[in-house]
């Protein structure tokens, strides 16, 4: 159903009338209608809207600014040079001033240079009269500087009272944003203008998420641009109002709204806009740019010094180990829109981002449920354990694109980083005891009791990714989230969903210390496996207090004689622009790597690939079309060079480092010296073989001609019954292997003779 943009003012100015930013109450000037039709009126004309959005297409979703929703006038309005006063008949005084912005669909303010004396009162209402903002007083002011939520319509109205006796004050009003999208989109879908594929953060699927989503924020920086963020813990559990986001949302904090619980009840897009609470103001704690994190803390609108306790608020838990998560889950608004929920299901990749220095972020290849927008920029990232590892700095992810990857500053590189200070640094703020920990949960002050007894189980190591043999050795960080010492607990472990195997831990842990713990190494059939670990009976009978943080899962891969396979990569100036995956041979894709930096030339270092004897297929791909050459203003080429043992099996020769945007190599894996089975699905002859081989077989899709490293020779696809592969007398003599991979994706191969 669409709505003219009259319905929408209505619809959404009366869904709005519930909402509040501030500490409530009535303006005076609302009492007397006749007050409001002379006062003193200042215009501002529409921008050039076209020209907005078309920027906005350019910058939406890159990680370097703000989603955009408005167009900032800036002013110098003040009690002096604008506005009408009147006086009362009790002999108190009203200064009231109308801004009108030429055809926008939201108004809010920021204000600077203003002290509201104690006992007088700012507020902000529309024309209708039914959305009021306020009333502000001396707490809700940073440094003189306050924003105003966004007011629907294009016309907002100020109303200072001061009280008969009091001393004047400063109210100055110095930028006024004019809304140019949300509300438009809203005539189109919903709220905001985020894709359908997203999924409400109270779906069937959120349910698990009820804590992280009241620590999820959407807030509104530089006056016109949305940003995503959290409410953060810190050891102390003191409730300390951080919210943690992304660098490049910065902008003055102290004029930053911060938007509580903009939610739909429950799966639907609800017909109106739910309610919400918002503060306003914040104090700049840290920020840095290699993993684009930003610490802030709200200053406006607190009761008791930390977020009032009836807009729910929850403090996230985080883990700044570093750790590979098995999952990822992010809570954002994406495009200003309500709040949503994505979730990737599998491990998490280790990347870059841009020109960040190299695994600064974590990466999300693909998302199984949501995607993010526009907005959700420096929304958090969570672990399969409940606790952020990361805020969102960009990605290609969009509902409908064919990549729905993103990429997350690590919170491990937040941290402490080498040469940081207080402020470039989220290790101060957060951990301002010094404890040393490595993750600590999320604190509801709701339900603030301290804890006595609660074990706690994380990072489950040496049982992920991909193992070339059949022994694992898993080990896990065992933590005392309690006040009371944890001196004895039960480890139940095991693969597979059967935890049989039992550890009995002893030690003494103090409140937030860690121990970790390797288990008995474990032997296992190849194939996908997963490790599960639980804590229970701790100090010997003593009950639980916290089964959130007891369970702890992983998955890997064994490969049964796997070979190891070295890619080597290097790359030219242009590292953004390219990305590679290798396919077995039923064009599955089993490792891929992406979001490398600019202006890093040179070897790019990773893990050997574990492969099972076999064929398969790099492809390597470039964004600008011209494969890794460096070109006039980069000294050097690309290259690639895949290595079994010290035997080349692929490599892109110089001549073809202009390979446009993809390319492909391929390659088999195959044990040297050894016989074959006699397969009956295919025949080759002759064998002893001179110049040329007829290979018959049905069902096939490949052939491949190996050397005796297992370097492909002569590839090529069958489509018939019978190939023939000929060969120049420059073929040397010696043993040679033939690779037949079937359409079922089996792989069969025969030894052959070349006399």
């Not at 220095?357 to 959700?376: A, I, Q």
């Not at 919170?411 to 980083?417: A, C, D, L, M, Q």
Request: aromatic share 10%; glycine share 10%.
């Amino acid at each position: 159903m669409k709505y003219s943009i009259f319905t929408f003012i209505l619809v959404i100015s009366a869904a709005f009338f519930a909402q509040k930013q501030g500490d409530g109450g009535l303006p005076k000037g609302l009492k007397r209608n006749e007050l409001l039709k002379s006062i003193d009126k200042r215009a501002f004309t529409e921008p050039n809207i076209s020209a907005l959005r078309a920027e906005d297409a350019l910058v939406d979703n890159t990680g370097t600014a703000p989603w955009r929703f408005g167009f900032n006038n800036y002013t110098q309005l003040d009690l002096q040079n604008a506005g009408s006063w009147i006086e009362l008949p009790n002999g108190d005084k009203l200064w009231l001033l109308e801004i009108n912005c030429e055809n926008a669909l939201t108004v809010n303010l920021t204000f600077a240079n203003t002290e509201i004396p104690t006992g007088n009162e700012l507020y902000v209402f529309n024309k209708e009269k039914d959305f009021i903002l306020g009333k502000f007083t001396a707490s809700h002011l940073y440094e003189g500087q306050l924003g105003t939520e966004l007011i629907p319509g294009n016309t907002a109205i100020l109303e200072y009272y001061v009280k008969k006796g009091n001393q004047l004050g400063n109210v100055e009003l110095s930028i006024v944003t004019h809304g140019y999208r949300t509300a438009s989109e809203f005539t189109q879908k919903a709220f905001g203008s985020s894709g359908s594929c997203n999924r409400n953060v109270n779906c069937p699927e959120g349910a698990a998420w009820t804590f992280e989503r009241n620590s999820a924020v959407m807030l509104v920086s530089g006056s016109s641009g949305f940003c995503s963020g959290a409410l953060i813990n810190n050891t102390l559990n003191d409730g300390k109002p951080y919210v943690l986001t992304a660098d490049h949302c910065y902008s003055n904090p102290a004029t930053w709204i911060f938007r509580f619980n903009w939610q739909s009840p429950d799966c639907n897009n609800p017909a109106t806009s739910p309610t919400f609470q918002s503060l306003s103001g914040a104090v700049l704690r840290s920020r840095a740019t290699a993993s684009d994190v930003c610490l802030v803390e709200i200053t406006g609108g607190l009761q008791g010094n930390t977020v009032p306790i009836a807009y729910s608020p929850y403090f996230s838990g985080w883990d700044n180990s570093g750790n590979t998560p098995t999952s990822g889950i992010g809570i954002h608004h994406p495009a200003g829109d309500i709040k949503k929920i994505s979730f990737e299901n599998n491990p998490l990749i280790s990347t870059t981002f841009g020109s960040c220095p190299p695994n600064s972020h974590w990466g999300v290849t693909t998302w199984d449920s949501g995607v993010t927008e526009g907005g959700s920029s420096g929304s958090p990232l969570y672990d399969q354990n409940h606790r952020i590892i990361g805020q969102l700095h960009g990605g290609a992810s969009a509902c409908g694109a064919s990549s729905l990857s993103d990429e997350y500053g690590k919170f491990s590189v937040s941290w402490e980083p080498a040469g940081s200070t207080s402020a470039t640094q989220l290790k101060y703020w957060l951990d301002p005891a010094n404890s040393g920990v490595q993750f600590i949960d999320g604190y509801d002050p709701t339900n603030a009791t301290p804890v006595a007894v609660d074990p706690g189980i994380t990072n489950p190591a040496g049982v992920t990714g991909t193992f070339c043999g059949a022994l694992v050795t898993p080990s896990v960080t065992i933590q005392n989230n309690g006040s009371n010492a944890l001196t004895t607990v039960d480890v139940a472990y095991g693969f597979d969903g059967n935890q049989n195997l039992t550890y009995n831990w002893t030690g003494n842990l103090a409140q937030w210390q860690t121990s970790i713990i390797t288990l008995p190494a474990a032997t296992l059939a190849s194939g996908t496996h997963t490790f599960g670990a639980t804590v229970s009976n701790p100090n010997a009978g003593l009950v639980d207090e916290n089964a959130n943080n007891n369970v702890v899962s992983s998955s890997f891969n064994v490969v049964i004689g796997g070979q190891s396979v070295q890619l080597n990569l290097e790359l030219d100036c242009y590292g953004t622009e390219t990305t590679w995956e290798l396919q077995n041979s039923t064009g599955s894709a089993i490792y891929s790597g992406s979001g490398y930096s600019d202006n890093q030339p040179g070897l790019v270092t990773m893990d050997p690939w574990c492969l099972n004897y076999g064929c398969y297929t790099y492809v390597i791909m470039d964004s600008y079309g011209d494969g890794l050459f460096g070109g006039v203003f980069c000294a050097q080429d690309g290259s690639v060079s895949i290595l079994y043992n010290t035997d080349t099996l692929a490599n892109l020769p110089e001549a073809n480092i202009d390979f446009g945007n993809q390319t492909s190599l391929q390659f088999c894996v195959s044990q040297a010296g050894i016989e074959f089975a006699d397969w009956n699905d295919f025949t080759v002859y002759p064998n002893p073989f001179t110049e040329q081989i007829v290979v018959n077989t049905q069902g096939a899709s490949e052939v491949n001609l190996l050397d005796i490293t297992g370097k492909v020779i002569q590839h090529k696809k069958i489509d018939s019954s019978s190939t023939l592969l000929n060969f120049s007398d420059s073929l040397s003599n010696g043993t040679y292997f033939i690779c037949v991979t079937l359409n079922d994706g089996r792989v069969r191969t025969k030894k052959l003779l070349k006399q």
